[in-house]
């Protein structure tokens, strides 16, 4: 049985994208986190000094 080769074009033609909003709440949930890990890391650095 032959296979057929698939090309990089071919292969980016099918490449499925996440949605624009499904990216900006994923961006607006990292930074949440992000904030929160400094808040939490600055309070910590408080403790130990």
Not at 4 to 15: A, F, G, H, P, Q
Not at 16 to 39: C, F, I, N
């Amino acid at each position: 049985m032959a296979t057929k080769t698939n090309s990089l074009v071919d292969r980016l033609r099918t490449l499925t994208l996440p949605t624009v909003d499904d990216v900006r709440d994923g961006l607006a949930s990292y930074m949440e986190t992000v904030g929160r890990a400094d808040e939490l890391e600055a309070r910590l650095s408080g403790l130990t000094t």
